[in-house]
Nanobody, 122 residues
Framework: VQLVESGGDLVQAGGSLTLSCAASGRISDIRALGWYRQAPGKQRELVAHISIGGLVNYADFVKDRFTISRDNAKNLVFLQMNSLKPEDTAVYYC?????????????????WGQGTQVTVSS
């Protein structure tokens, strides 16, 4: 599975951005897609996650501001970000959870995109 993010930009506090992630490869094995972020000097953290069935969950710090969605027909996942704050500044990564089932085993693989920079100025 290959993931390519886009949409990162420099935006003023209070502004909005929409990130996109295009998935390719073994699409049928993807069970969930998510967005993570990593700020300088900090660990990578979950932002939002959406399962193949459409169940979503968000980190507390983005609830009511960010919305994750997916277009299964086009193999895209989006992150709509509103009311951006300077503390949202980070590299945002797309993440895919892939489950491969064979007669012998069930294995889970995690894939990452290259990241897209979001910078929020005060």
């Amino acid at each position: 599975v290959q993931l390519v993010e886009s949409g990162g930009d420099l935006v003023q506090a209070g502004g909005s951005l929409t990130l996109s992630c295009a998935a390719s490869g073994r699409i049928s094995d993807i069970r969930a897609l998510g967005w993570y972020r990593q700020a300088p000097g900090k660990q990578r953290e979950l932002v939002a996650h959406i399962s193949i069935g459409g169940l979503v969950n968000y980190a507390d710090f983005v609830k009511d501001r960010f919305t994750i969605s997916r277009d299964n027909a086009k193999n895209l996942v989006f992150l709509q970000m509103n009311s951006l704050k300077p503390e949202d500044t980070a590299v945002y990564y797309c993440n895919a959870e892939v489950v491969v089932t064979t007669i012998e085993s069930v294995k889970t693989y995690i894939y990452w995109g290259q990241g897209t920079q979001v910078t929020v100025s005060s």
